[in-house]
């Protein structure tokens, strides 16, 4: 069983930074393959950044390539997003997501159906 918390969010201008953390309860922190999901309101979830188990693989959904970077630090049992040149379409709550990650350590995963483990969600607002 893993917990998930997340911090970081507020309120920023456009064309600002934040940086999101999410706490990892347990042991195993180092198996786990961990994303980063957000939803807007009236949308739905969607993935944002993906992390391999041993950090050495990354990917990232199209809109926020070259401005969001992720991260993790297994020692600290966290997982980072750093979001730069924030825009206000970058409006949601995110999420931290975890999973189980067997096999290659550069396994990354995509869907919200790859996970068992979501934290509570802090909110981002980008004001223009």
């Known amino acids: 069983q893993v917990q998930l918390v997340e911090s970081g969010g507020g309120l920023v201008q456009a064309g600002g930074s934040l940086r999101l953390s999410c706490a990892a309860s347990?042991?195993?922190?180092?198996?786990?393959?961990m994303g980063w999901f957000r939803q807007a309101p009236g949308k739905e979830r969607e993935f944002v950044a993906a992390?391999?188990?041993?950090?050495?693989?990354?990917y990232y959904t199209d809109s926020v390539k070259g401005r969001f970077t992720i991260s993790r630090d297994n020692a600290k049992n966290t997982v980072y997003l750093q979001m730069n040149s924030l825009k206000p379409e970058d409006t949601a709550v995110y999420y931290c997501?975890?999973?189980?990650?067997?096999?290659?350590?550069?396994?990354?995963?995509?869907?919200?159906?790859?996970?068992?483990?979501w934290g509570q969600g802090t909110q981002v607002t980008v004001s223009s």
């Open positions: 992390i391999s188990k041993s950090g050495g693989n990354t």
């Open positions: 997501a975890a999973r189980m990650a067997l096999g290659y350590s550069v396994s990354v995963y995509l869907g919200q159906s790859d996970y068992n483990y």
């Open positions: 347990g042991r195993t922190f180092s198996t786990y393959g």
